[in-house]
T-cell receptor, first 112, second 113 residues
């Protein structure tokens, strides 16, 4: 079945780049997403990539997609303390309606 | 313009009690969703409503019922709460087409004793 996997924790120093990785199983996924969840809040869409793209850049965020390996990554340049949050990878699934399959989330901790 | 609102924010129930979680949106989107979030497991879809008047089961529907009251409102009911339903519940909405960005409410933290 469909599955999305992520590492659970990442710790980086302020100013460094963060790279959060994700693997997925559904090769028919149309879109892949990165959501951010700050403490006590709901999820907020950060960025997304269409499955026929390899890379998307949006200010400090770079998304890389390797369709062959079903691997998605999110790079945050110049990581700040305000980037501390849980980051969820999600794939859109086919099968009659648009639904999202979420990974377990990667908790990013940014330290001075 | 609040987007997606959920009530209550927190709730403690005893095993066997019932309650309804409310979700309302002001974005005029067609599709609405209920998820639960448990530590280390990400979000799992409980039920969804593709459009007003329709509801369907998601990945983990057992122990829950839903009502799409109108286009704005989608409620989740626990008829007889169990400790395994202790979780954070999120309502989300999306347009029914396109890249399916989902907008999330702030969540309801439910504890069942």
């Amino acid at each position: 079945g469909e599955d999305v996997e992520q590492s659970l924790f990442l710790s980086v120093r302020e100013g460094d780049s963060s790279v959060i990785n994700c693997t997925y199983t559904d090769s028919s996924s149309t879109y892949l997403y990165w959501y951010k969840q700050e403490p006590g809040a709901g999820l907020q869409l950060l960025t997304y990539i269409f499955s026929n793209m390899d890379m998307k850049q949006d200010q400090r965020l770079t998304v890389l997609l390797n369709k062959k390996d079903k691997h998605l990554s999110l790079r945050i340049a110049d990581t700040q303390t305000g980037d501390s949050a849980i980051y969820f990878c999600a794939e859109s699934s086919t099968g009659g309606y648009n639904k999202l399959i979420f990974g377990a989330g990667t908790r990013l901790a940014v330290h001075p | 313009n609040a987007g997606v609102t959920q009530t209550p924010k927190f709730q403690v129930l005893k095993t066997g009690q019932s309650m309804t979680l409310q979700c309302a949106q002001d974005m005029n989107h067609n599709s609405m969703y209920w998820y639960r979030q448990d530590p280390g497991m990400g979000l799992r879809l409980i039920y969804y409503s593709a459009s007003e008047g329709t509801t369907d089961k998601g990945e983990v529907p057992n122990g829950y019922n839903v009502s799409r009251l109108n286009k704005r409102e989608f409620s989740l009911r626990l008829e007889s709460a169990a400790p395994s339903q202790t979780s954070v519940y999120f309502c989300a909405i999306s347009e029914s087409s396109g890249y399916n960005e989902q907008f999330f409410g702030p969540g309801t933290r439910l504890t069942v004793l």
